[in-house]
Every structure is written in C-alpha cells, then in structure tokens.
C-alpha cells in the first residue's frame, strides 16, 4: 500500500471515529435509551460520576484486553477508536446542552441515529481494524464456532443488563438502536463504498 493510499485511508478513518462519537453523544444527550455498550457506560457513569465519554474508553481498553486470551490483533484503527470515540463523545456531552422537552430529543436522538450509520460506514471502509467491541464478536466467534449473531446477541444481553442494573439510559431508543442500527448501516455503507456493495453487513455494536 503506497503512502498516499494509506493516508487517505488514515484521514477517512479520524473522520468516521470523530463522526461516531458525536453521534453517540447526540443520542446521549437526547436521553431516550442508548445502544446496549452506552448504557452500560452511561450506568458505570451513574455509580461513578466519571463522565460517560471517559468511561467508554476504558471499557474500550478492558474489551481490548479480553483479545489476549482470544487471539485477535487490533489494527491501527482499533487503537483510535479506543482513543478517539469516547473523548469526542464526552467533549459533545460537555459542549452541548442538553433538551429538556421530549419534542426536541426524539428528533436529536434519530439525527445522532442516522449520524451514526453514516460514521459506521465510513470508518468501516477505511479497513484499517475493527473497533474493540466488534473485535470481541469475531474473536469469540472464531474460538467459540459459535454463529456471530449469537456471541454478538450474549454479551449485548449481558451488558445491557448490567448497564441497567446500574441505572444506565435504558429506553424506547435502545430498541430503535437495536432494530435501526443494521439496516441503516445496511443501506450507508454501500454507497460509501462502492467495493462493499455486493458483500453482507455487519453492524457495528456502538461506541466502538
């Protein structure tokens, strides 16, 4: 891969990552329910205090620790979304105020939704490594034989419960997220990538 390729490739991948986390701190601060790994986040943020943006990069760095064990080898894009998602989400979480009547954040719950798709399908053509959560997904598909919806379906469960649990921002937006997220990526990506059209699409799994 020559150098300006790469770069190109480098510069759309701090796009898509710096897209994302304003995406996420949209929906965040529309507080109608977040995607499953937010509102484990936005429930260790509850019992913590720490800010919702800093925890979902440590969660980050703890998944990426359970690729040890699973042999998976994070890519230079798995590193920045590591670094790069939650800062930008606690920076939007800061910067901007948050609605309080429900007529304005459903509309800025679905514009972080759509926002999100288009981050998802940009990052993801980038090709340079899979964020930590979607990582974990193929990882434990691989070691496991399991089918990926099924990994991707048991710790989603799980840390949904957890993150409930913990008082996270559990609401009619998590099941819009759960439903909406994969054909929007479905229909985004293609068109942002034209080499993918023809391939199956697997959502990413948020805050990646």
């Not at 790994?37 to 440590?58: H, I, K, M, S, Y």
């Not at 948050?98 to 993801?124: D, K, N, Q, T, W």
């Not at 048991?154 to 957890?162: D, T």
Request: charged share 10%; with cysteine.
């Amino acid at each position: 891969m020559s150098k300006p390729v790469f770069a190109a490739r480098v510069a759309r991948l701090l796009v898509g990552l710096v897209l994302y986390g304003v995406a996420e701190g949209l929906m965040v601060l529309a507080h109608v329910g977040v995607g499953p790994w937010t509102v484990f986040a936005t429930g260790l943020a509850e019992r913590t205090g720490a800010g919702v943006g800093w925890l979902t990069n440590v969660i980050g760095i703890a998944v990426l620790l359970l690729w040890i064990p699973l042999r998976q080898r994070p890519g230079v894009g798995t590193v920045l979304n590591v670094l790069l998602v939650g800062t930008v989400i606690e920076a939007t979480v800061d910067l901007l105020p948050a609605p309080e009547h429900l007529a304005l954040r459903v509309p800025l719950f679905a514009a972080g939704l759509l926002l999100l798709a288009v981050a998802s399908g940009v990052y993801i053509g980038a090709g340079l490594g899979p964020g930590p959560r979607d990582g974990l997904m193929t990882g434990l598909h691989a070691r496991t034989g399991r089918p990926i919806w099924q990994c991707r379906g048991v710790v989603e469960v799980s840390v949904l419960g957890v993150g409930w649990l913990l008082g996270g921002d559990v609401g009619v937006g998590t099941v819009v997220f759960a439903f909406g997220i994969g054909p929007l990526v479905g229909v985004v990506l293609p068109r942002l990538d034209g080499s993918r059209a023809a391939r199956p699409v697997v959502a990413p799994v948020g805050a990646r």
